[in-house]
């Protein structure tokens, strides 16, 4: 099965040890084998059978995956690939506990089954569940990640239904023709960012559509090694999105951008698909990339220092780095200053704070001593799970009465003018 492995990308690396300054992991642990090039060299060794795939396990899966050191590397090593190598291996050789593989094949891309875990988040949020459980302590059965988490999940919003139905018109000649990728988890904890997403781009001119045969990126399937899953769910958006001759497939999500982006290479080697892939790919595109491309109305001046953390697959895998902050320094009456190395990962990684906490806390307490140094207002972020990891910063810190942690979005929102209701 190592035959999988792919070998011959790691060849590409020389190295050089440029990755070494960019890799969280390497920053935090200080271990060659945590590094990019010990890890290519680990994938190497295993493809050649010198060494076992469960003896590079635990330095590959301790990968927080941001792909920084791609950005970083004069080689162009495909380091995102040799990864997924790895994953696909080791998920065949061991799979996935049965509620994990359930989870990620029939709970994401199921409609029906995320409508009721919204409602029941909900439901708990609302009724007073939250705050008993809270103060009866009932949580402390939960292990320690699960119990920090609830204590900043953001309050549960129901989608509105009138932005999610028909073509949605600007009240002037339409500058684009825009089809809105919802997500999945994104639609359970962040309806209103994609609300608001939905309201700024026809407030920027888009005739926007939300089509509602869209499922799972497949971008959490892809990084547990089930490529046979996100291979699914990539044919299954690419058919659903094909129903419209649209400029753009627009999305609020770093993380989910980023596989979209990437359905060319997943699908490479079918030749039904791989054209297809190839069109989808590149109507794809950050929010943020089409707000600054046609431009925003501001309404209102905002007050306060703003910094941004950025999504690492947004920066390393869709490139885009210029478009968020063009739009920061545009709103009048903010001061925005730049996160000292904004580009460093967060932590937050998928599902990576919750099944490797520890490392996940360690990573994010050294991006909270970069926040202290500028003690901003207001922390901006373009990624639910870099929206929750920040939000675990601040209040790790004891700073949630001074500083607050927004998408993007909303700041813009905030701005023009725009409410979610």
């Known amino acids: 099965m190592t035959s999988q492995l792919a070998y011959k990308e790691t060849f590409d690396c020389v190295q050089c040890g440029y990755c070494l300054p960019a890799c969280p992991t390497y920053a935090t642990m200080g271990k060659e084998r945590h590094s990019p090039r010990g890890r290519i060299n680990l994938v190497q060794m295993a493809a050649e059978g010198k060494i076992t795939i469960d003896?590079?396990?635990?330095?590959?899966?301790?990968?927080?995956?941001?792909?920084?050191?791609?950005?970083?590397?004069?080689?162009?090593?495909?380091?995102?690939?040799?990864l997924e190598s790895f994953k696909e291996v080791k998920a065949v050789e061991t799979p996935a506990p049965f509620l994990e593989n359930m989870a990620l094949q029939k709970a994401l891309p199921?409609?029906?089954l995320l409508a009721a875990m919204?409602?029941?988040?909900?439901?708990?949020?609302?009724?007073?569940?939250?705050?008993?459980?809270?103060?009866?302590?009932?949580?402390?059965?939960?292990?320690?990640?699960?119990?920090?988490?609830?204590?900043?999940?953001?309050?549960?919003?129901?989608?509105?239904?009138?932005?999610?139905?028909?073509?949605?018109?600007?009240?002037?000649?339409?500058?684009?023709?825009?089809?809105?990728?919802?997500?999945?988890?994104?639609?359970?904890?962040?309806?209103?960012?994609?609300?608001?997403?939905?309201?700024?781009?026809?407030?920027?001119?888009?005739?926007?559509?939300?089509?509602?045969?869209?499922?799972?990126?497949?971008?959490?399937?892809?990084?547990?090694?089930?490529?046979?899953?996100?291979?699914?769910?990539?044919?299954?958006n690419i058919a659903a999105f094909e129903k419209g001759n649209f400029d753009y497939v627009v999305n609020a999500i770093g993380g989910c951008g980023a596989m979209l982006v990437e359905y060319d290479r997943l699908l490479a080697d079918d030749p039904e698909w791989a054209e297809r892939a190839k069109v989808f790919s590149q109507k794809n595109k950050d929010v943020s990339v089409i707000l600054n491309k046609l431009g925003i109305n501001f309404s209102r001046e905002l007050k306060g220092v703003v910094t941004y953390q950025p999504s690492c697959h947004l920066l390393n895998v869709q490139k885009v780095a210029e478009d968020p902050v063009k739009l920061l320094e545009s709103i009048s009456g903010i001061t925005y200053i730049p996160l000292p190395k904004g580009d460093m990962c967060c932590g937050s990684a998928g599902i990576y704070n919750i099944a490797h906490y520890e490392e996940s806390?360690?990573?994010?307490?050294?991006?909270?001593?970069?926040?202290?140094k500028i003690l901003p207002g207001t922390i901006v972020t373009s990624n639910p799970g870099c929206h929750l990891q920040m939000c675990l910063g601040v209040k790790r810190e004891g700073l949630e009465d001074k500083i607050r942690v927004v998408h993007i979005i909303e700041l813009l929102a905030e701005a023009c003018g725009i409410d979610h209701k």
Request: proline residues 4%.
């Open 55 to 82: 003896e590079i396990t635990e330095s590959m899966e301790l990968c927080l995956g941001c792909r920084a050191c791609e950005t970083a590397c004069p080689t162009n090593v495909q380091y995102g690939k040799i």
């Open 110 to 112: 199921n409609k029906k």
């Open 118 to 236: 919204r409602a029941s988040l909900r439901a708990y949020q609302k009724t007073g569940m939250e705050s008993f459980a809270r103060k009866s302590k009932m949580l402390s059965i939960l292990p320690e990640q699960l119990r920090a988490f609830e204590e900043i999940a953001p309050a549960a919003e129901m989608p509105n239904k009138q932005l999610r139905t028909g073509i949605l018109m600007p009240e002037s000649v339409p500058k684009a023709s825009v089809a809105f990728f919802t997500g999945c988890i994104m639609d359970v904890f962040f309806a209103k960012i994609n609300d608001l997403s939905i309201k700024l781009l026809k407030h920027a001119g888009c005739e926007v559509t939300v089509i509602k045969e869209q499922t799972c990126c497949g971008a959490l399937q892809n990084h547990s090694g089930d490529t046979g899953t996100s291979r699914k769910l990539a044919k299954d």
């Open 361 to 372: 806390m360690e990573i994010l307490d050294v991006k909270m001593e970069h926040v202290q």
